[in-house]
């Protein structure tokens, strides 16, 4: 039986936008704000008001990042879109080992049922992956097609489970041909899997800041539709009682003028000559996926670490400096600094505060991140207590078998004071799975030398390492029993572990 597709936002009467059950990509140059459109889209959806499936029905979206920090962009950009806060989700899976209890990265092979019916149960219909790249991984070769396909697929397989649509928000490639989806980083299986592609681009053209939306692809229709759009600066006032000003998606009108045609220009005009204003290279953006953990948390990596994972996504030693200086000219990345006298030089990046340092200033957040040292840039707490509710997975294959637990806690809930996950604390065995599930190839593997430099550069001995992999069960850690260049993988149940 066949029928039409069921929209999820209807732009315009008649117009598809985006359909149920599908993944759309958001896709632009850095700044040009996809992220905070995004945000939009969630604070219309949980108020009802987007148009389409959902008009007049208010309902739950889950907001999965890791390029932007919670406490300073993702919970102050939602309340500045106006979204009703108690009806955005942060998904996160608990692991709970001999260190305690930790949050681990989400995996597409083992979570993704467990997570769909937790969306369900709590009537989440938009899931935002920000970046779409984090789900991708930095061990994949983002240049194949088929391993592209295999991270993407379960996200699509999602879509479809929650009746919902999934949005990834996507960087596009410093030379433009003229082609929005072809100009999306990776291979071309970003492009095939979406079935729907907004592009957004700032417009030299315009005097007053107008900018410029398109619907680049569409699987169920034309390609037609192209809107104007501003940033404007909003006030917030945050759970810490601090107000700042936000900037918020203002939806313009219907434009002949596209996304194509302001990138185009820009490529046959002068390069800006702030670094600041220029898009951030590929290998600049790829060190800020790599400095950053689940939620925004951000990472402290010794520089052979970050050497080490930046090498598993391409790049050499060389290329990982020249990203590493384009950072520090752009404010985004503390100095290299030590732990104890003699000890490894750590990389870490800034957090995003306003210039001054006064959290009570009306700044943008187009002026952030600042170069104030990380120790000045606490948040106070505020006694409050909590207004939102937990969902926990109990029938996630990680929960049932090795002491995993999966929640769903809204945004009304996690308040701004809260610290931000430890990385450091985390168990061995906890930051092995983790390891796994953000470094593994098509089949799991990680290669235990670069395990090890990352295991090492969050306090985990070599020695500990080694202990938790043999006392794992239930799912094994397996090696593959190479003498040299060994790996290691999480085991599938009909597996015995190599020791």
Known sequence: MDDVPTLAWEPKRGYPGIAVGTLAIFGGRPAAGKSTAARWFVAE????????????????????????????????????????????????????????????SILRHLDMRALAAEFRSHGVKVVVLDPLMSVVGSATDVNRSNEVRARLEPW????????????????????????????????SAFGEVARSIFGFAKDDNSEDGTRLMSHAKSS?????????????????????????????????????????????????????????????????AMLVQVLTGPNGALLEL????????????????????????????????????????????????????????????????????????????????????????????????????????????????????????PDPARSALAFIHDYIASHGDLEGWVKVRQLRAAGEAEGHSWAALTKARQKSTEPNIITDGRPTRARWRIARPDEQAVL
């Open 45 to 104: 959806a949980t108020n009802g008001t987007l148009p389409g499936a959902w008009y007049g029905t208010p309902v739950h979206s889950a907001w999965i990042g890791t390029e932007e920090s919670e406490v300073y962009m993702m919970k102050p950009g939602l309340r500045a879109a106006g979204a009703d806060m108690d009806k955005v989700v942060i998904p996160e899976v608990q692991f709970t080992g001999d260190g305690g209890t930790d949050t681990v």
């Open 156 to 187: 699509v397989t999602l879509a479809e489970a929650i009746d919902g649509v999934v949005i990834g928000i996507a960087h596009l490639k410093k030379s433009f041909t003229g082609d929005v989806v072809a100009a999306l980083n990776g291979s």
């Open 220 to 284: 169920i229709g034309p390609e037609s539709l192209s809107y104007t759009y501003t940033l404007e600066p909003v006030e917030v006032t945050t759970d810490s009682g601090k107000t700042a000003a936000v900037s918020r998606f203002v939806l313009g009108e219907e434009t002949d003028r596209t996304v194509a045609d302001a990138l185009r220009e820009a490529a046959a005009g002068g390069a800006p000559t702030s670094p600041a204003d220029r898009p951030m290279t590929d290998k600049a």
């Open 302 to 421: 010794t520089k052979d670490a970050a050497v080490a994972q930046m090498a598993e996504a391409g790049y050499s030693a060389d290329q990982t400096r020249r990203a590493r200086e384009e950072l520090a000219k752009r404010c985004r990345i503390s100095k290299p600094f030590r732990k104890e006298n003699g000890g490894p030089y750590y990389w870490t990046l800034l957090p995003f505060v306003p210039p001054d340092g006064n959290q009570n200033g009306t700044q943008t957040m187009r002026s952030l991140p600042s170069c104030h040292p990380t120790p000045e840039l606490g948040v106070s707490n505020v006694i409050q207590a909590p207004d939102g509710k937990d969902g926990r997975l109990a029938d996630s294959p990680r929960a049932q078998d090795v002491n995993y637990t999966a929640t769903v806690t809204d945004l009304g809930s996690r308040r701004s004071h809260e610290a931000q996950r």
